[in-house]
C-alpha cells in the first residue's frame, strides 16, 4: 500500500525554524516529482515547493524562496523542507505529494497524483 507520511510540524516562534519530512512507502519513490503544498485555514491549498526526482531540479513558491529548501534522500525514500525565518503567515498544514507521471517538479497541485495526511506547523508572532 502506498503511503506518504509527513511529520517535523509543531508550534514555533517567528523567526524559527522546523524542518519537515516526508517518508514514502509502498512504491519506489526515486523516479518521480515531489512537492510541499499547504492549506490554511479558511484558504485553498498552495504550492510551496517542489523538485525533481533526482534533486537536481527545485521550484519554489515566491512566498517562501530564499526561507525554504526542499531536498530528498532517494536512499530513504524521504523528501524534506527545511524552514527558515519562519512567519505567522506560513501557519497552515503542510501536505507532500508525488506525480507519477513527471521526473520534473510542478507547481500545479493537479499534477501530484498521491498525497499524505499533512501535518500541522504554527509559527506564533
Known amino acids: 500500500q502506498v503511503q506518504l507520511v509527513e511529520s517535523g510540524g509543531g508550534l514555533v516562534q517567528a523567526g524559527g525554524s522546523l524542518r519537515l519530512s516526508c517518508a514514502a512507502s509502498?512504491?519506489?519513490?526515486?523516479?518521480?516529482?515531489m512537492g510541499w503544498f499547504r492549506q490554511a485555514p479558511g484558504k485553498e491549498r498552495e504550492f510551496v515547493a517542489a523538485?525533481?526526482?533526482?534533486?537536481?531540479?527545485?521550484y519554489y513558491a515566491d512566498s517562501v524562496k530564499g526561507r525554504f529548501t526542499i531536498s530528498r534522500d532517494n536512499a530513504k525514500n524521504t523528501v524534506y523542507l527545511q524552514m527558515n525565518s519562519l512567519k505567522p503567515e506560513d501557519t497552515a498544514v503542510y501536505y507532500c505529494?508525488?506525480?507519477?507521471?513527471?521526473?520534473?517538479?510542478?507547481?500545479?497541485?493537479?499534477?501530484?497524483?498521491?498525497w499524505g495526511q499533512g501535518t500541522q506547523v504554527t509559527v506564533s508572532s
Open positions: 505529494a508525488v506525480d507519477w507521471d513527471s521526473y520534473s517538479p510542478s507547481r500545479f497541485s493537479y499534477r501530484y497524483d498521491y
Open positions: 523538485i525533481s526526482w533526482n534533486g537536481a531540479s527545485t
Open positions: 509502498g512504491r519506489t519513490f526515486s523516479s518521480y516529482a
